[in-house]
Antibody, heavy 116, light 108 residues
Framework: QVQLVQSGAEVKKPGASVKVSCKAS????????MHWVRQAPGQGLEWMGR????????NYAQKFQGRVTMTRDTSISTAYMELSRLRSDDTAVYYC?????????WGQGTLVTVSS | SYVLTQPPSVSVAPGQTARITCGGN??????VHWYQQKPGQAPVLVVY???DRPSGIPERFSGSNSGNTATLTISRVEAGDEADYYC???????????FGGGTKLTVL
């Protein structure tokens, strides 16, 4: 079955970077865009960007331009999202989601806590 | 940037019909997708492409989209339907994903 498994929770200090992984299984990794969505505590869903696992091409939300980098390693069917210069308001659950046009499969989420 | 507007909350008694709206400029020209999210869980797709249901989603969940409003309709609401619901579109003019602010469905 299609599955996305994300890396574990992280605690970071302000100004640091975090890299979250998302390992795909049960389908052809290069056949579907992978998107990243985050959710701050008690807040709604926020689209961060996407990567084409086949070409490596990316689109990022303007809000994160310059701070986010999405990459992939096709040999291990894994997508990555790295967010730099972390601030306290980056504290959130970060999700990867497979996108055949809509998000039909989501990772379990990775809690990133930014605190001094 | 494209904006989707949802009511913050909707309340309905068990067995009744809940309707959750999602407003956007000419949203009828876009494909709208809906997600259900229960506390502490990842979102789950309940309707895609305006009105299609993924396998495993009950027929009680349906969608429509026209003009400036898309609607998720949940018939014969059950206690287990209590959750946050989000609409989502792809804004092709900016190549960005867009989510509505979410609607908390309360089953009275």
């Amino acid at each position: 079955q299609v599955q996305l498994v994300q890396s574990g929770a992280e605690v970071k200090k302000p100004g640091a970077s975090v890299k979250v992984s998302c390992k795909a299984s049960g389908y052809t990794f290069t056949g579907y865009y992978m998107h990243w969505v985050r959710q701050a505590p008690g807040q709604g869903l926020e689209w961060m960007g996407r990567i084409n696992p086949n070409s490596g091409g990316t689109n990022y939300a303007q809000k994160f331009q310059g701070r986010v980098t999405m990459t992939r390693d096709t040999s291990i069917s894994t997508a990555y999202m790295e967010l730099s210069r972390l601030r306290s308001d980056d504290t959130a659950v970060y999700y990867c989601a497979r996108a055949p046009g809509w998000y039909d499969c989501w990772g379990q989420g990775t809690l990133v806590t930014v605190s001094s | 940037s494209y904006v989707l507007t949802q009511p913050p909350s909707v309340s309905v008694a068990p067995g009744q019909t809940a309707r959750i709206t999602c407003g956007g400029n000419n949203i009828g020209s876009k494909s709208v997708h809906w997600y259900q999210q229960k506390p502490g869980q990842a979102p789950v797709l309940v309707v895609y492409d305006d009105s299609d249901r993924p396998s495993g989603i009950p027929e009680r969940f349906s969608g429509s989209n026209s003009g400036n409003t898309a609607t998720l309709t949940i018939s014969r609401v059950e206690a287990g339907d209590e959750a946050d619901y989000y609409c989502q579109v792809w804004d092709s003019s900016s190549d960005h994903g867009v989510f509505g602010g979410g609607t908390k469905l309360t089953v009275l």
